[in-house]
């Protein structure tokens, strides 16, 4: 047995609890005459899987047991499905009369007798027929494909399949319902007569289906999990499958295997049932693992190509931060954008690597390298970037990332490796190193605290932090920015622009990247933003700008002078939409753009011949008023570098401010 149990795979686990459960229902309540071969074969051949894996996987090569463990599963999945029916009512009687008088309630009539006839055509009998039949070859269709395919995703996915079928089944057990055709006697369960296809549905039906599975409609459950399956991991098989779903939803009504109400029910349970799989494999994968540190020869490093693979980049996050509260996640629609050479401008003057750590064909660690040529040709440097790094607590992963990077940036001829700084300093920077605790705001790092000790084994050294303030919005805090702004405004030299439309903000958009590159040239890590650059930022976050919250100043010229950009703080929207806008996650969002009380600080900027005249204090009151009429209590600096005196006097001298998180660059040679 200790040869036995720590080599099972979750899907191993998974079936096995399944089978002892089932068995000892089949042992109490079993309605079967042929008891053995209902009950004992499938479990004698599920024995045979569970034993002969872990003690032959290593005589045979990875592909031949890829391929066993996703057709053993698939095959012996029917044996299971059909001893349902003889477990199914030891709890209830068939729920059928319910589920008929929820159809009279809804439609008013049986749809399940109404349609076929209806529509009697031998045409429509053979499409509704064909639909259902196809079901028979959908799932293992799908793993062939992913076999043949996309190997990688094989075992997380066939797991996903075969546990929801599982889960199905289980409740099919506890819930029974026979179904039209088992529950109605007479004419009433008699369909137009078709031809080859409405025989071939009657020949699988007659060797397998059963009183039991009707409630809710496995068929199409199971069928818009493979969808979506499909869609992102193997879109050809979606293109194919979706037809046959839309037709599939009506057949199972049509030929009388299952009441409309089912059919309703399966499209509510479908996102459930995926995810409580997803949510097992997660759980039996961080299990099986027993939090040992991962031996570096099974750790498997491969830079990102495929869609998939960057799927997998963007979304490894989080799975690692999923228990971790103060993670802030980042809008996925805006990371395909990012991580993307087509979609981001500044892959065309970065030279840039994106590198995955797996293991066991899963993500279990990303980091991306960047050479930005503009950057270090400006600056006298000779510097690789990493950025966007996530790993698990396990020094072998960091390890073999950062090393990948530090073998690419060397033979790219770079001398030093510093980070995390990515395309340029908009993007998320440094690893938190003090307030671990605090919640993270948007575009901002939320690291473990286990990522530094990490840098400084490794040999890298603190190189730049940052510091980040949160100041309260209130009248004390305007009263003393007032007399300032009040002082600055006398000339008449100042104009301030306040906006209420966002189209309005469009022509200035020009001028405060002009402003920007001018005024942030000095700062460390700030690269100049490019006209196509400035296009896209203006595109990604104008439509999420209160423009009540943007500020600017212009001088008697008619020339920016300054600028302030501050907008609500939709970390709470982030977390509860899990950073994606479908289903629901747009509502989240536009709640938190309403109910959020904290303002975050994303852009400002002064003119150097305006700078010491007041013109900060004007900025500050304007966009502190406005805060107030607006409701906010409290406003977030974003990060300031550390050395940048100047700006941390200012916001220093403001009653009731708080420095609540650092974060540190780090830098090595190479």
């Not at 540190?293 to 869609?307: G, M, Y």
């Not at 003393?480 to 309005?504: C, H, M, N, W, Y």
């Not at 700006?647 to 420095?659: A, C, F, N, V, Y």
């Amino acid at each position: 047995m200790e040869k036995i149990f720590p080599r099972w795979m979750p899907l191993q686990w998974i079936f096995a609890g399944y089978a002892l459960i089932t068995g000892f229902l089949a042992l109490y309540f079993s309605t079967a005459d042929d008891w053995f071969a209902i009950h004992i074969t499938p479990r004698i051949l599920l024995t045979v899987w569970l034993v002969v894996w872990p003690l032959f996987n290593n005589k045979l090569t990875k592909r031949i047991w890829d391929f066993i463990n996703m057709v053993f599963p698939v095959a012996i999945l029917g044996s299971f499905y059909y001893e349902t029916q003889f477990l199914n009512q030891f709890l209830f009687t068939y729920r059928d009369p319910l589920l008929i008088s929820i159809e009279q309630w809804i439609f008013g009539f049986q749809p399940s007798l109404a349609f076929s006839q209806r529509f009697p055509a031998y045409w429509m009998v053979e499409i509704m027929s064909m639909a259902y039949f196809s079901y028979y070859f959908i799932t293992f269709g799908f793993c062939l494909y992913l076999f043949l395919v996309k190997s990688r995703y094989l075992n997380k996915l066939v797991f996903v399949v075969i546990t929801s079928f599982l889960l199905f089944y289980s409740f099919f057990i506890v819930f029974p319902a026979a179904g039209p055709q088992f529950y109605f006697t007479g004419d009433l369960t008699a369909l137009p007569e078709g031809g080859f296809f409405q025989w071939a549905v009657r020949s699988v039906q007659a060797m397998g289906e059963g009183p039991t599975a009707a409630f809710p409609s496995s068929h199409v459950a199971m069928t818009i999990i493979i969808l979506w399956l499909a869609y992102r991991h193997a879109r050809p098989v979606f293109y194919v499958v979706l037809p046959i779903a839309v037709l599939l939803s009506f057949s199972t009504v049509y030929i009388k295997a299952h009441y409309a109400v089912d059919v309703l029910v399966a499209f509510i349970a479908a996102p459930v049932v995926y995810k409580g799989a997803d949510t097992l494999w997660g759980f039996l994968q961080l299990s099986l693992e027993n939090e040992k540190e991962i031996a570096d020869s099974a750790i498997i490093i491969r830079e990102v190509k495929t869609r998939d693979d960057l799927h997998d980049f963007i979304h490894l996050p989080a799975k690692l931060h999923s228990q971790h509260q103060s993670w802030t996640p980042p809008l996925y629609i805006d990371e395909w954008s990012i991580f993307d050479p087509k979609k981001n401008a500044a892959f065309e003057h970065c030279t840039a690597v994106r590198f995955l750590a797996f293991k066991n064909d899963e993500p279990i660690g990303r980091v991306i390298g960047i050479i930005h040529h503009d950057y270090n040709k400006r600056n006298g440097e000779n510097n690789a970037r990493f950025s966007f790094m996530e790993i698990p607590n396990d020094y072998a992963v960091f390890t073999r990332l950062i090393q990948e990077v530090e073998q690419w940036a060397k033979a790219n001829g770079c001398t030093g490796l510093i980070g995390p700084f990515g395309f340029s300093d908009k993007d998320p920077q440094g690893f938190v190193i003090e307030g671990f605790e605090q919640q993270s705001v948007m575009f901002t790092n939320g690291s473990f605290d286990y990522i530094p000790p990490m840098m400084e084994r490794y040999g890298f050294d603190q190189f730049r932090r940052l510091v980040q303030y949160k100041v309260p919005i209130n009248d004390e805090t305007l009263g003393q920015l007032i007399p300032f702004s009040q002082r600055a405004l006398r000339s008449g030299k100042l104009k301030v622009v306040e906006f209420e439309k966002t189209k309005d903000i469009r022509p200035y958009v020009g001028q405060v990247f002009e402003l920007i590159n001018e005024t942030y040239a000095s700062i460390y890590g700030f690269s100049e933003v490019t006209k196509k650059e400035a296009e896209e930022f203006a595109n990604r976050f104008l439509p999420l700008l209160n423009p009540r919250l943007i500020k600017m100043i212009f001088d008697e010229n008619d020339q920016m002078a300054a600028f302030i950009v501050a907008m609500p703080n939709l970390a709470d929207g982030l977390k509860k939409s899990g950073g994606k806008l479908l289903p629901f996650g747009w509502y989240h969002l536009l709640k938190a753009n309403k109910t959020s009380r904290e303002l975050v600080l994303l852009l400002g900027a002064i003119r150097f011949d305006e700078r010491n005249r007041g013109i900060d204090a004007v900025l500050g009151a304007t966009l502190i008023k406005t805060a107030q009429e607006l409701g906010f209590n409290q406003i977030d600096s974003h990060l300031i570098l550390e050395d940048n005196h100047k700006m941390r006097r200012e916001l220093e001298r403001l009653k009731g401010h708080s420095l609540y998180r650092r974060y540190c660059f780090y830098s090595k040679s190479l």
